[in-house]
């Protein structure tokens, strides 16, 4: 495959990924899969920086700010590990730094990976006064009342250091972590996937009381003071232990690789029987003259790696395959398992992704099967002990009709996944309307998975629309629902016409809309109406949406109403109906408008001429102050209209650190160019951030 095409291919496939995990909650590969492609991707980039495109997750500064807590800038940046699965490449580690520090003796402290969220302390005084998230690892957020909470976080040291940072990792032990997920499943809520992403979701719950609820663990792994500086990693950990914070006990001094990895292969032995999860370990030089001396690159130091383990794995037998159908129609072959205790956690299913995957593993109902959990993704099938197979054994045979609705599936070439095509599939549906009350979009408390499969099930509600006229007794009608509970969801529906446009756009589920592309749709077209008025080329000009998007929502939103009536007089088949009906989702619109539902977004506010008005703007280069997003929403603000590639109709050009071709070509063009000082000294006022 030619460069220009695998790099086409590794963002999509990353980007879909990452959507997955992130806005799903459903990760269908593990971190170290995701790591190897997105490795595959940064080497291409760099060796053909010109196919760089500007969706590649390579060009996304990572970074988990939301918009209610109040955001701080971390005094020293918290990067992030290096890390590597590979002996070889530990090797390398040690005979870099050999490198950098020769004839210097060294010592390693080799300590686990707790995988949770990273947290940073501040104590004045010997008072706890911040916690802060990592967010972009230059800014984070203060969620110092949630920290708080957090009972192994001391909010007095035992010491009154006059000052210190102190940072570690936030996490969910597996028995909180279950508690956590049962209570959700009694309340309707989606479970969480992991304990790392329950973590992460519980530090930015707005209530703090209900964040004590979660009952959060916490381990300290760095101590850095003005006033108390000690020679050794080994001794900040000791001196963390006296302060009163919790400090994982596996930690060891090591004098080179060899003994890392005796340690490392002791503690994967251990890993099983550990009560919280972790995917590796970290070595440390122990010196921190030799760190300083070391330094950092702008993502990791060049002091430390993490060591990560591949997935825990285990045995059982695999009674039986069933098919899923998800919101969009692809279907899933499922392991129903003997349960087996594997990572912590009880295992009684685990995903089979496609029928490709079935066929190439030749997955078979009977067969003894060997699991993985790669610390966060739905375990998965390895292999088969095709020893332990019974003789007559059968292939399994993938069906030709969706298992719910009977439709034909359809297999697009483009891609492995199977499709029920019918958008009238009742799974589909029922995935539809989960995914319209999710938290993230309308957040209709109360509208769980068991009240969605009878609403559904009883044809009260044939698509999103119909919810909104659902009545009280048609709710408390319904098995299992009392009358309190049926008055609860129609307040919850009612409450979430409040929602605010871009949350209705992400609720909608259109194909590559998420819950950031659905906000910046609603930013730069303010309304359902404009968004269906608007020729495809125009949506796809705006910076961060690509024409694959500008293509799916046109789809969506084209207003052929009469030829999917037509269809359904015509032509009763339910399946060629289901294709007419594809792009004809404006009765929807229209019905939704109808409930109250806001299509349309606040009008800006006009406070008159702004300083950026009428210009066109390009961001390139990382900022310390703000995110590429944040950058561009302030542009806006100041009445500019911020635009990806610089050419002759480009007005200003704010190159931050790092800033390529993109101010180059600025420089030829005799652009007015600011660097991030200029920039926020010339437009930046305390009154228009
Ligand atoms: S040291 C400069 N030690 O792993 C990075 N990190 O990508 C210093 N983590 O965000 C981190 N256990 O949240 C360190 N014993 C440990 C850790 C640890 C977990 C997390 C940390 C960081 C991520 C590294």
């Known amino acids: 495959m030619k460069p220009t095409d695998r790099i086409a291919q590794l963002v999509e496939q990353l980007n879909e990924h990452n959507y ?67 002996e070889d490449e530990l090797r390398d580690f040690e005979d870099r730094i050999r ?33 802060v ?37 936030v996490y969910l032990d597996h028995n909180t972590f279950d508690a956590i997920n049962v209570q959700r499943e009694k309340n309707e809520e989606n479970p969480f996937a992991n304990p790392r992403n329950a973590t992460s979701g519980s530090l930015k719950l707005q209530d703090a009381q209900q964040v004590a609820e979660r009952r959060l663990s916490f381990f300290a792994y760095s101590f850095r003071s003005p006033n108390i500086q000690l020679p050794t990693h080994g001794e900040n950990l000791s001196y963390l232990e006296r302060l009163g914070l919790p400090v994982n006990t596996n930690h060891a001094l090591c004098d080179n690789i060899d003994d890392i990895l005796t340690q490392a292969r002791e503690w994967e032995e251990e890993r099983q029987k550990l009560k919280y999860d972790i995917d590796g370990i970290v070595i440390k030089v122990n010196s921190i003259t030799q760190q300083n001396k070391l330094g950092a690159t702008s993502k990791s130091p060049r002091w430390a790696i993490s060591f990560k383990y591949s997935a825990e794995q285990a045995e059982t037998v695999l009674e039986d395959i069933t098919l899923q159908v998800g919101r969009t129609g ?45 610390g966060d993704v739905i375990p998965k099938v390895v292999r088969v002990v095709t020893a332990k197979r019974a003789k007559d054994a059968i292939a399994f045979e993938f069906p030709k009709n969706c298992p719910v609705c009977k439709s034909p599936l359809i297999k697009d070439e483009s891609e492995v996944a199977i499709r029920c095509e019918n958008s009238q599939c009742p799974a589909q549906l029922k995935g539809n309307i989960r995914h319209f009350a999710s938290r993230t979009a309308m957040d209709i408390e109360g509208l769980g998975t068991a009240l969605v499969d009878q609403l559904v099930d009883s044809e009260l509600v044939r698509d999103v629309g119909d919810l909104y ?29 409040q929602q605010p446009f871009h949350r209705v756009l992400f609720a909608l589920g259109i194909r590559h809309i998420g819950a950031t592309v659905a906000r910046t749709l609603s930013d730069n077209f303010h309304s359902i109406d404009r968004l269906r008025d608007t020729p495809p080329e125009e949506i796809a000009a705006v910076h961060e949406i690509g024409a694959a998007i500008a293509e799916s929502i046109h789809t ?24 007419i009906d594809k792009g004809g989702d404006w009765n929807l619109i229209k019905k939704l408008r109808a409930a109250g539902i ?51 109709k480009t007005d200003l050009v704010i190159a931050g650190e790092k800033a390529g071709s993109k101010r180059t070509k600025a420089e030829q063009l005799g652009i007015d160019i600011l660097d991030e000082e200029e920039f926020f000294s010339k437009y930046v006022s305390e009154e228009n951030v």
């Open 99 to 131: 490198r950098e520090l020769p004839d210097e003796e060294l010592q390693y402290v080799a300590e686990l990976k707790i995988d949770g969220v990273a947290l940073s302390l501040i104590y004045e005084n010997g008072l706890l006064t911040r916690g």
């Open 469 to 497: 006229n659902l009545k009280l007794d048609e709710l408390a009608g319904l098995e299992r629902m009392a009358e309190k509970s049926a008055q609860n969801v129609l307040n919850a529906l009612e409450a979430s016409k």
């Open 20 to 86: 997955r995990y992130a806005v799903l909650n459903d990760p269908a590969i593990s971190d170290r899969e995701y790591d190897a492609l997105m490795r595959e991707l940064s080497d291409l980039e760099a060796q053909h920086p010109d196919l760089i495109q500007p969706d590649s997750p390579t060009q996304r500064v990572t970074s988990d700010l939301t918009r209610e807590f109040p955001t701080v800038q971390h005094q020293v940046p918290m990067l992030s590990l290096d890390n590597t699965y590979s």
């Open 330 to 374: 692809v279907v899933t072959p499922v392991a129903n398992l003997k349960s087996v205790q594997l990572a912590g956690t009880t295992v009684s299913r685990a995903t089979l992704h496609n029928a490709e995957e079935l066929e190439r593993k030749d997955i078979r109902e009977g067969d003894t099967v060997i699991l993985e959990k790669g």
């Open 133 to 169: 998230t990592r967010g972009n690892g230059t800014q984070g957020e203060d969620i110092t009342p949630n920290v708080k909470t957090i009972k192994s976080i001391p909010i007095r040291l035992k010491d009154p250091v006059p000052y210190c940072e102190i940072r570690g990792e």
């Open 556 to 579: 969506y939103l084209d207003d052929n109403s009469d030829w999917d009536w037509m269809g359904w007089v015509f032509n009763p088949s339910p399946n060629i109906y289901a294709h």
């Open 598 to 648: 806001n299509l349309e977004s606040e009008a800006p506010a006009d406070t008159g001429p702004k300083p950026l008005d009428g210009k066109t703007v390009v961001v390139t280069g990382t900022f310390s102050r703000w995110g590429r997003q944040q950058a561009q929403d302030l542009i806006r603000a100041l009445g500019g209209k911020p635009t990806s590639s610089v050419s002759g």
